[in-house]
């Protein structure tokens, strides 16, 4: 019984590290797509490859981008006037983009224009597409202007590791902002949605420096990059989950 626990547990380990090798040269060849010319031949291939990867992996998952605010709701406004409603659209549409162009994912926006909806009509539109993920983009303000950063909100305890894969991407893009952390909160979209859900708050429009870097073309596509590459890795952490549980259930029953 002794000898047939330690194969199960060599067996076992050594199914979990071809696994995490294989994740770990993927999500590389992933993130780096771009090579000289001389190797432009082979990157292209191992990027197809990788991509291929990722598309089985989020085939036929639905991922909900909620824009917050819209309409009569226009939600904080920055120090120049501009508005959170529309920050949060603009956001939304470049993580559909990104998501769009890397994954093989649905992508439904619960706006894509100017339009007010409530609380509840987000979370039903999770609902009613059977939402694997639903992320709520806003950008926070403060009664002064000195508050700065990124906070990463989630509501249940089931939902952190996703919370903390996102997060962690987007510092890892140099977004040049404070790094608030990542906390339990009480939101509407999150304690009443059944999806793994966040509600991202990416800067302070209060904050001068927040809301012009907030703005620009180079925020936007790097906290896009970042979501995107959260989902994926969050996507992968399951499979990974599932792989492990299952491996575990067939070796219980085998020597037992």
């Known amino acids: 019984m002794k000898k047939n626990g330690i194969l199960a547990f060599t067996v076992i380990s050594t199914l979990i590290s071809g696994f995490i090798v294989y994740n770990v040269q993927a999500s590389s060849l992933f993130k780096n797509e771009t090579s000289q010319s001389a190797a432009q031949t082979n990157v292209h291939s191992a990027t197809s490859n990788s991509m291929n990867k990722v598309n089985r992996i989020l085939a036929g998952k639905t991922i909900v981008i909620d824009a917050g605010h819209g309409g009569k709701d226009v939600g904080a406004t920055g120090q120049t006037g ?62 002064t202007n000195d508050v700065a950063g990124i906070t990463t909100y989630y509501n249940k305890t089931s939902d952190r590791k996703l919370a903390t ?15 608030r952390g990542v906390a339990q909160a009480d939101y509407h979209v999150l304690r009443e949605n059944q999806s793994p859900s966040l509600l991202l708050e990416l800067g302070y429009i209060s904050n001068r420096a927040d809301e012009q870097r907030i703005q620009s073309q180079d925020f936007q596509i790097k906290a896009a990059t970042a979501i995107t590459e959260g989902i994926i890795s969050y996507f992968n952490v399951i499979v990974f989950d599932k792989f492990l549980i299952s491996s575990l259930f067939r070796f219980h029953f085998r020597f037992a």
């Not at 100017?114 to 539109?125: A, G, M, Q, W």
């Not at 894969?165 to 790094?179: A, G």
């Open 82 to 143: 501009i508005h959170e409603k529309d920050l949060t659209l603009q956001t939304a549409l470049t993580i559909k983009q990104e998501l769009a162009k890397k994954t093989g994912a649905n992508i439904v926006l619960t706006r894509e224009q100017d339009d007010f909806l409530s609380l509840e009509e987000r979370v039903e539109i999770a609902e009613n597409h059977a939402a694997d993920l639903f992320i709520s983009i806003h950008f926070d303000a403060f009664t």
């Open 165 to 179: 894969l996102i997060h962690e991407e987007l510092f890892e893009q140099d977004l040049d902002t404070r790094d």
